[in-house]
């Protein structure tokens, strides 16, 4: 009875309880490992003999060279393992394979929706640089690599060299000029010299998502000017989720720097709270004013009023319209007693020469990226 009970037993069951017996260092090692040549289709036995294939040479710590190269990569334990296996626990070899089998995995990933990350603002005397590195979470936009390698890319942007910066304002640029550029970084997980597009591929190989730089802002000022930068949501200096760049210009060279650059980042968080599209009135586009007047002209006539009446409607909200979308006409989100033209008339006073707002940039992580919830959003405003 006995003997008809085992036989019932499924063979992947007997094999297990005789690996346990062959593991133990008996006589019956030795004939065991000889059946290592044969392959048999059941899948208890060929998991049996892939985990005795696994097995380091003798007096190598394998928890010792997984957590070394954990430490050296952050790549999941699973495929730390497996690359060791593979490279019969060559920690350097296996490093190497490791980043081969991110690369690969990352191109694949290279397809999927980015529209979390970060905006990077670096500056030096002249310019402030800022760009937008996207992932797929926000978990990953936490990450210390990649904020990393972000700010790492806005400090390099401040070196992009244009003909067109010559003159001060604001120049856009995309993957096609950035990314060919040099890094040369110093973190432990990614260091060395490499392309821009590189490290942005060993950076989504290690952090298994679709990791990528998606574009840039340049704004230079003139010789008497200054530029100041707000980051809203802000995880450390540098970083954010929401950008504000204005630049001030004075008439007969900045003798009040203190108080312009006061004013200076006052406006840039106003820029990111009050999302102007356009720096004055005269400056909103013909073909916004058409569409908006249209609109106006539709709504007031639906009252039924004289054609007098309609016309005074429409110029009575078109000036509404002016103070959300231009700048100079905004109430200042400080003190909402005044706008940003008596702001500036007022800071003329205070340094006693005429100062102007010459230009400003808004720049907002994933705008303009179509998501699954929302498919129109807006595109950074400039002036």
Excluded at 201 to 224: D, H, P, Q, W, Y
Excluded at 250 to 263: I, K, W
């Amino acid at each position: 009875m006995a003997y008809s009970r085992a036989a019932r037993r499924p063979l992947g069951v007997f094999l297990y309880s005789a690996s346990r017996r062959f593991s133990c260092g008996n006589e019956y090692s030795s004939k065991f490992e000889s059946l290592s040549q044969y392959r048999s289709p059941v899948g208890g036995f060929g998991n049996l003999l892939r985990s005795f294939s696994s097995e380091a040479p003798a007096g190598v710590d394998q928890m010792s060279l997984i957590k070394q190269l954990r430490q050296r990569t952050s790549a999941p334990i699973k495929d730390v393992k497996a690359s060791l296996v593979e490279c019969n626990w060559d920690i350097e070899a296996a490093q190497k394979d490791l980043r081969k089998r991110g690369k690969v995995l990352a191109s694949k990933k290279s397809s999927r929706t980015a529209a979390e990350g970060m905006l990077a603002v670096a500056q030096n005397e002249g310019r402030v640089a800022v760009i937008e590195l996207n992932c797929e979470t926000d978990f990953v936009a936490r990450n210390d690599i990649f904020q990393y390698l972000a700010l790492a890319m806005a400090k390099r942007a401040l070196l992009v060299d244009n003909s067109s910066q010559q003159v001060p304002g604001v120049f856009p640029f995309g993957p096609e000029l950035f990314e060919e550029l040099k890094l040369n970084l110093d973190h432990p997980k990614v260091n060395g010299e490499t392309t821009v597009s590189n490290a942005a591929t060993e950076v989504a190989a290690i952090m298994g998502e679709n990791v990528k730089f998606r574009r840039g802002f340049l704004m230079s000022k003139s010789s008497t000017g200054v530029l100041s930068a707000y980051l809203h949501t802000s995880p450390q200096p540098g970083l954010g989720r929401i950008a504000g760049i204005v630049s001030l210009e004075v008439e007969g060279g900045n003798t009040q720097l203190e108080a312009l650059q006061r004013v200076g980042s006052e406006m840039a968080m106003h820029v990111v709270a009050a999302k102007p599209l356009f720096l004055s009135k005269d400056l909103v586009s013909s073909e916004a004013l058409a569409n908006e007047r249209e609109i106006l002209k539709s709504q007031a006539e639906s009252t039924a009023k004289s054609q007098m009446a309609v016309e005074k409607m429409v110029e009575g909200r078109l000036r509404k319209y002016f103070e959300e979308v231009a700048l100079m006409e905004q109430k200042f989100i400080v003190n909402d007693s005044i706008n940003i033209k008596t702001l500036v008339d007022n800071l003329s006073k205070e340094v006693g020469s005429p100062v102007k707002v010459a230009d400003f940039l808004r720049v907002e992580v994933g705008e303009g990226i179509e998501r699954l919830e929302a498919s129109d959003e807006p595109v950074a405003q400039t002036a």
